[in-house]
């Protein structure tokens, strides 16, 4: 009718209005944080998403299903540049860890010579300075002007392995702070939901850190790893929108527009992930 501007439409095999299709579903079972869960539970494992999940979201809900799915997607990818930097840093700390044993292997050797030969064996030219003249990219560089020119091998050693020890207790900062902040985000939506790929490297920084940290204290037996610091805490929270991610869900509404069976069966489909949802995170 063109006086009204009301056109009729077929959609999923259903005779409907065209305003009413274009209001779509006025409510639903699910709140706009359900349904971001539904989204982010599939995104998380790299699975494709129930189309449901998106088709049928209200319009005044989909601006806080979109706002928490990628408030939780971009904390999960700025983890995941981190995390290949974290990697790199904890390489360059396993590099040299091996200068570390090379130099305690020459010095067992070099007593070993002494002790046949019943005299010193000429020493090895002295240390050179050996901190760091490439610029740091990211983050920041801590120098320790004592260690810059070792006197002897022995000092290098001993100057490496503490350089080691800073470099480990570093980055179990790093990962006690990730760890903490992908909690605090499972507390405020009810599951885990760092994407699978940020949590693999997470994982395996983790497990780096633990190799080598048993390694290091067959040299030193009083080394052991420590807690977190505030300011590597801080660091990735405030790429975090915690607004997003601890809202509150908006009210629900009625269909009236869908067929009968259709909206039944829908709201079927959308109370039973609702429940699901609230049984695992225990909300009542």
């Not at 540049?81 to 396993?94: S, T, Y």
């Not at 997470?202 to 300011?231: H, M, N, W």
């Not at 809202?247 to 069966?265: D, I, L, N, S």
């Amino acid at each position: 009718r063109f006086g009204s501007c009301i056109t009729k439409v077929r959609w999923c095999g259903v005779e409907m209005v065209a305003i009413d299709r274009r209001l779509d579903a006025l409510t639903s079972e699910l709140t706009a944080r359900e349904r971001a869960v539904l989204w982010l539970r599939a995104w998380r494992q790299g699975e494709k998403v129930d189309e449901r999940v998106v088709r049928f979201c209200p319009p005044q809900d989909k601006p806080e299903m979109h706002r928490i799915c990628a408030a939780v997607e971009h904390a999960s990818d700025e983890a995941r540049g981190l995390l290949i930097i974290l990697l790199e840093w904890m390489a360059n700390a396993e590099l040299e860890f091996h200068l570390v044993r090379i130099a305690r292997a020459y010095g067992a050797y070099v007593e070993s010579l002494e002790a046949v030969a019943k005299k010193p064996v000429p020493p090895l030219p002295a240390p050179w300075d050996t901190s760091r003249a490439v610029p740091i990219g990211w983050g920041r560089l801590i120098q320790h002007e004592e260690r810059r020119t070792p006197k002897d091998w022995e000092q290098f050693r001993r100057y490496s392995l503490a350089s080691v020890e800073e470099a480990l207790a570093l980055r179990w900062w790093d990962v006690l702070s990730m760890e903490s902040v992908f909690d605090d985000i499972e507390a405020a939506i009810g599951e885990p939901l760092m994407h699978q790929e940020s949590a693999a490297l997470l994982d395996g920084l983790r497990d780096a850190i633990f190799k080598l940290a048993e390694e290091v204290s067959i040299f030193d037996e009083e080394f052991s790893l420590t807690g977190a610091s505030g300011d590597h805490i801080d660091t990735l929270r405030l790429a975090v929108d915690w607004d997003a991610i601890r809202g509150t869900p908006k009210e629900k509404h009625a269909r009236e527009w869908m067929h009968e069976k259709q909206r039944q069966e829908l709201e079927t489909w959308e109370r039973e992930q609702s429940e699901e949802l609230r049984n695992r995170s225990g909300v009542r």
